[in-house]
């Protein structure tokens, strides 16, 4: 007779989208955001998706204040900035 081992396989779950998606946004919200924060989007929406979800999250509101915080992504959304005139002074 054959006997069949038994394989017991561990498989370790790790949170990668997620700590990508945070990591790439935070640094998104102060350098090369038009780079980083739309990465940290689709890095979040996949960690969602993996079931991360506050990993997830966390991630994507880190790419939206990146966007948000971005001159260059700013333009390219045709979004208007703020002009503040104050005694023919343009701030």
Same mark, same amino acid.
């Given at each position: 007779m054959i006997e069949k081992e038994t394989k017991i396989i561990i498989k370790e779950q790790t949170q #990668?989208? *997620?700590v990508l998606s945070i990591t790439l946004g935070f640094i998104g919200i102060f350098i090369f955001s038009f780079i980083f924060s739309p990465i940290?989007? #689709?890095? *979040?929406v996949l960690a969602i998706s993996k079931k991360e979800y506050i990993a997830g999250v966390i991630g994507i509101l880190f790419s939206i204040i990146g966007v948000l915080t971005s001159p260059i992504l700013m333009a390219l959304l045709h979004l208007p900035s703020i002009t503040y005139i104050r005694h023919g002074v343009y701030l």
């Open positions: #990668i989208y *997620g940290a989007f #689709i890095l *979040g």
